[in-house]
């Protein structure tokens, strides 16, 4: 069964980049039909899917957060990453990555399918 890893800065600066990182053991990020994903939950309020990365590489992104996010990955090292740019306190969460899948044609963006999370991490943004 795979585990995933979350790790990044607990503390952010309102406008400065939040950069995460997932890493993956027992099981390969390119596996056929599994989807690696980022899901956020702010506190007092519900899960958000914020963007994911299948097998291929392929990404989607929240579109309430697209302009700001980025997801990609590191093969070599079984990682993959968000990167979200000009944080405001509204992006205080604790940060979680996730596997989903396998699916078939598109990946889900609702997190309860995904099935493999890692513990989360607190991410707070302040000054």
């Known amino acids: 069964q795979p585990q995933l890893q979350e790790s990044g800065p607990g503390l952010v600066k309102p406008s400065q980049t939040l950069s995460l990182t997932c890493t993956v053991s027992g099981a390969s990020i390119t596996t056929h039909y599994y989807y690696w994903s980022w899901i956020r939950q702010p506190p007092g309020k519900g899960m958000e899917l914020i963007a994911y990365i299948d097998y291929s590489g392929s990404t989607y992104y929240s579109p309430s957060l697209k302009s700001r996010t980025s997801i990609f990955r590191d093969i070599s090292k079984a990682q993959f990453f968000l990167q979200l740019s000009s944080v405001t306190p509204e992006d205080t969460a604790v940060y979680y990555c996730?596997?989903?899948?396998?699916?078939?044609?598109?990946?889900?963006?609702?997190?309860?399918?995904?099935?493999?999370w890692g513990q989360g991490t607190q991410v707070t943004v302040s000054s």
């Open positions: 996730a596997r989903g899948g396998p699916f078939y044609g598109r990946g889900s963006i609702v997190p309860g399918d995904y099935m493999y």
